[in-house]
């Protein structure tokens, strides 16, 4: 019997028939997956065909946040989106923090399961047990921020939670994301979905507490993981007060914060103008997740020529990379800007960075000219050309449609060995370390369900210098196959189902995060569990998605990399002489996928699933 932490209840909406109906959370459910990611790829899988069109009707969109979420376990009010990636055709998990997550908890729902399509543009008002399905058609159009606000001032309670899409969303670039408060579900399209589905919104209001089961217990598990923050080095002495942003002049000093598409990464450098001082010379506050203690979300205001007066929640690293860095740009106001602007159009900003720049060397190489752009110098530093392009990517006008498709589409259309440098692994554009100079973090890259994507398995071993597990040296591939397996099943159950904030894990719990989020899932819910038991969750979500994603048509050649990566070594820099050869990524692959008890094609085995109690999903890897 589920005794605290989850609420019960599964709410399900149909927008076809505008209806909706109840049903329970289970126990099994709860000890196969614990929640958030875990409940969403479950029902992904036992409900959506791996080959479904990832825009067409039979898609679903399933939010579901975690047992921790509500309560006061620190950085904890975080959620998973899961549908079919319209950008990769691969499982899409997205996650968002701010209040949103709590406020689904409080409302009464473990899960909300999104299926069908309103026949015209709807938002969903969940207030508590009683749901009504809008007309959003005034609203249609709106970017993310304003949404919010007249979705609070229809309903006359600016307490309520919104999550939203922006015009990126409804034109279903494939990498919009949804939006709620200033935080976003990034990366993989899930702000498309929406949009297919016309779903502007989904608004929610609560007032449920979440239960603890027992209090003492939680107490003492609760002492542990607060004991641990406080020790950490660098949680409140820097990450805290600084944010991501620190994280600039570390790349910078490895040598792997990616410059101009990837291309002289090591070369060029600009640590002086987009990092740590840099940003804090524009900090003018800080924002808290729900009863997060750390607050790392920087509030940065542009203050010089063209845009000042821009204000924006972060930027965070990625952003600073991906609309800086990676697009020549090293003028932070224009990167404030460039984030606040993405935000409000519901833009992932990773992928508009990353398929930009991929266009700018397009443009410099000669396979884009002025007449695909307009006339425009698309010319890596042009910032205004960048804005612009980031306007037409969002209302799919002239080169900005064939963008909107990612980076991936986009180079097999250009051609002329353009793939070579698209910077992309399963269409997912790459975030903003350069593996060649890491290798755990590149072959995360490479075999993560969702494509590359740190946030799936990140090596903070190799980034931060952490020896958890153990210690390991960056430039080595010998040991990084196991090192993936344990950072993503850990990072997977810890962050992604329980749900906890992964920064917490890379600065603070690691070693102590499966023991510890086994005693605060039995002291909330009464569920037993081991620190085995919670890594072997971890485990179970990482081969069910990667059944999906077989079933969908994705082989070994999918855990790859861009050319650029394999045959182009740096040039420069603390990594200076590094690249990932076909034969070094097949050398950490095999350990990997025997790491992971696969076929030496990256298929689960039949004995594998069947230890993980995943005896129903067999059937769907018979001619893999």
């Known amino acids: 019997m589920l005794k605290g932490g989850y609420k019960g209840k599964i709410l399900r909406l149909n927008l076809t028939t505008q209806t909706f109906s109840l049903e329970d959370t289970t126990e099994e459910m709860a000890k196969n997956y614990i929640g958030g990611a875990g409940f969403g790829i479950n029902i992904l899988m036992k409900e959506v065909s791996p080959t479904a069109d990832?825009?067409?009707?039979?898609?679903?969109?399933?939010?579901?946040?975690?047992?921790?979420?509500?309560?006061?376990?620190?950085?904890?009010?975080?959620?998973?989106?899961?549908?079919?990636?319209?950008?990769?055709?691969?499982?899409?998990?997205?996650?968002?923090?701010?209040?949103?997550?709590?406020?689904?908890?409080?409302?009464?729902?473990?899960?909300?399961?999104?299926?069908?399509?309103?026949?015209?543009?709807?938002?969903?008002?969940?207030?508590?047990?009683?749901?009504?399905?809008?007309?959003?058609?005034?609203?249609?159009?709106?970017?993310?921020f304003d949404c919010q606000q007249m979705i609070k001032n229809d309903l006359g309670d600016q307490n309520i939670r919104v999550a939203c899409i922006g015009p990126a969303g409804e034109n279903m670039v494939k990498y919009s994301c949804i939006i709620n408060e200033r935080r976003a579900f990034g990366r993989k399209g899930l702000g498309a979905v929406m949009g297919s589905k016309n779903l502007k919104a989904i608004a929610v209001r609560g007032q449920k507490e979440v239960a603890i089961n027992d209090k003492d217990a939680y107490k003492t598990a609760r002492s542990v993981m607060n004991k641990a923050m406080k020790e950490?080095?660098?949680?409140?002495?820097?990450?805290?007060?600084?944010?991501?942003?620190?994280?600039?002049?570390?790349?910078?000093?490895?040598?792997?914060?990616?410059?101009?598409?990837?291309?002289?990464?090591?070369?060029?450098?600009p640590v002086d103008k987009l990092g740590l001082e840099a940003n804090n010379e524009k900090k003018?506050?800080?924002?808290?997740?729900?009863?997060?203690?750390?607050?790392?979300?920087?509030?940065?205001?542009?203050?010089?020529?063209?845009?000042?007066?821009m204000l924006t929640e972060g930027p965070e690293f990625e952003s600073i990379y991906s609309l800086g860095s990676t697009l020549g740009i090293d003028d932070l106001d224009v990167v404030i800007t460039a984030d606040r602007v993405c935000d409000e159009l519901g833009l992932d900003t990773i992928s508009a960075?990353?398929?930009?720049?991929?266009?700018?060397e397009c443009y410099e190489k000669g396979l884009l000219t002025k007449e695909d752009t307009g006339g425009v110098e698309l010319k890596f530093g042009n910032d205004i050309a960048f804005m612009d392009l980031l306007l037409d990517i969002t209302?799919?006008?002239?080169?900005?449609?064939?963008?909107?498709?990612?980076?991936?589409?986009?180079?097999?259309?250009?051609?002329?060995?353009?793939?070579?440098?698209a910077m992309h692994v399963k269409g997912l554009e790459m975030p903003g370390y350069d593996v060649r100079g890491a290798k755990a973090q590149g072959l995360n890259y490479a075999t993560s369900y969702t494509g590359a994507d740190h946030n799936r398995g990140y090596a903070f071993q190799e980034i931060f210098g952490i020896p958890i597990p153990e210690e390991v040296d960056r430039f080595a591939y010998e040991g990084k196959g196991k090192l993936t397996k344990w950072n993503q099943d850990v990072r997977a159950v810890t962050c992604d189902c329980a749900t906890m904030c992964a920064f917490i894990l890379d600065m603070a719990v690691p070693g102590i995060a499966t023991q510890n989020t086994a005693s605060l899932l039995e002291a909330i819910s009464g569920l037993k569990f081991t620190a085995e038991d919670v890594q072997t969750v971890g485990e179970r979500l990482n081969n069910v998605a990667k059944v999906y994603n077989t079933a969908a048509g994705l082989t070994r050649q999918d855990d790859n990399f861009p050319e650029r990566i394999m045959n182009e070594p740096l040039k420069d820099g603390n990594s200076k002489g590094e690249c990932i050869s076909q034969e070094n990524l097949d050398i950490m692959l095999n350990e990997y996928y025997e790491a992971r008890g696969w076929t030496n094609e990256g298929v689960p085995t039949e004995e594998k699933l069947r230890a993980l109690g995943l005896d129903d999903l067999i059937g769907l890897l018979q001619d893999k």
């Open 54 to 144: 990832p825009l067409g009707e039979e898609n679903k969109l399933i939010f579901a946040p975690g047992p921790f979420t509500g309560t006061n376990v620190p950085c904890a009010s975080r959620i998973a989106a899961v549908a079919k990636s319209p950008l990769t055709g691969a499982i899409g998990m997205a996650s968002s923090g701010g209040y949103f997550p709590a406020e689904v908890k409080f409302a009464g729902y473990d899960v909300i399961i999104i299926e069908g399509k309103a026949e015209k543009p709807v938002y969903v008002y969940i207030n508590e047990d009683k749901i009504s399905f809008r007309s959003a058609e005034q609203l249609w159009g709106t970017k993310t």
């Open 232 to 269: 950490s080095h660098v949680l409140y002495s820097m990450f805290s007060n600084a944010g991501t942003p620190c994280v600039v002049d570390l790349a910078g000093e490895l040598g792997i914060l990616p410059t101009r598409n990837w291309s002289d990464t090591g070369e060029w450098i």
């Open 395 to 421: 209302y799919r006008r002239g080169l900005g449609d064939l963008l909107a498709e990612g980076t991936k589409i986009a180079a097999a259309k250009i051609g002329g060995g353009s793939e070579k440098f």
């Open 284 to 309: 003018i506050g800080r924002e808290h997740c729900y009863k997060c203690p750390v607050g790392c979300s920087q509030m940065k205001l542009a203050r010089g020529g063209r845009y000042a007066g």
């Open 353 to 360: 960075g990353v398929v930009v720049g991929f266009a700018m």
